[in-house]
């Protein structure tokens, strides 16, 4: 068995063609499932969607890991296949392990920067999943992510058989977790497959866990777009706190605020603008404090469930907008315990958020 991968991974390209194969297989299965047939997606979105996977795989991998090969040559030479003497195992593990943590801080750090929201923002904006998704970031975000240059630095190091076999299984289980293919629904279903998903949810990214990170609000209680950030391993949010298991699907998937952008801007952001005002790929856009000091009192359905703005930022004050998205900012949810007038905070410095605790009134 051993011997035949060592052979498949000798084959050039043969991650790619793998790739491949993977993306024709979960294309096939969506069409007969019918998910693309009733698709709601428009034109510019698959355009930017295949554009910007035939790019990544064409053009922005290619040259990174060429740029890295020329530069390790001409200024670290003696590193070249520094790792052909170590097992193919423990190469493999180091790669993927590094890889998926990389991963995991760059897209978060995704959700928390703002400059870096407005690059992967149009992975966000698709309003339905699709296999396709996974390649939907603008084209700096590829070139500005750490994983493919350390990718370059693995096959400087002599490790290209370990790359090869890490990419083909990492994009099998992000492309499936992205995908309309809800394949872990049986285990959820059946009582005596459950023990069997909760093991593997822990390992890997599943459909359900990664379909949570993009549904719309988390007024959704199967949505939280500000958690799972892992893109292969479910360990590092579970380590780092931002873990959300559920076996559910949100209702609604992309951003609370819908803006009118055309694909170009999406994808060449911030070379290319949106004309539509209201987004935050517009030229002069600017996201101002909407909070004041002034508690506000508003009228709550008991057993209802609300999003309460903490960024201070909305236009729907004392409410979530999805303003807060690009900074480390949550908003708090909670529920009503009755029905009537209730008096939020603001200022968003109660130390008893969402309720005012007249801390406004020393400020």
Known sequence: MKTL??????????????VLGILIGFGLIESFAGYLRNSKRKKGDWLQEVFSFLILSAVIKPAIVTAVLLLGNAFYSASANLLTDLTFVSVFFGYILIDDLLQYWYHRSAHEYPFLWKLHR?????????????????????????????VGLIVFAGGAKAVALGLV???????????????????????FLTPFI???????ITPSFHHAHHGTSMLDNS????????????????????AKFQNAYPQEYGLQKKTKDDWKAAYFFPFIKSKDKESDWHKDFQLHKTANKEALTVSLIKGENYLWCACGKSSQQP????????????????????????????CKATKKGPFCDDTHLYL
């Open 5 to 18: 991968l060592l052979q498949l991974l000798a084959i050039e390209n043969f991650d790619v063609y793998l």
């Open 122 to 150: 149009s992975h966000h904006q698709a309003e339905e999943m699709g296999y396709f998704v996974s390649y939907r970031n603008a084209l700096l975000y590829y070139i500005m992510m750490p994983n493919i240059w350390w």
């Open 169 to 191: 299984i990492k994009q099998a289980i992000i492309i499936s977790s992205h995908s309309r293919i809800k394949w872990d629904t049986p285990f959820y279903k059946y009582a």
């Open 198 to 204: 909760k093991v593997i949810e822990r390992v890997i």
């Open 223 to 242: 949505s939280d777009p500000n958690a799972n950030f892992g893109n292969m391993f479910s360990l590092w949010d579970q380590f780092f706190g931002t």
């Open 319 to 346: 409410f979530c907008d999805g303003s807060h998205h690009g900074s480390k900012v949550k908003p708090i949810k909670f529920t009503a315990k009755r029905t009537g007038q209730v008096r939020l905070c603001n």
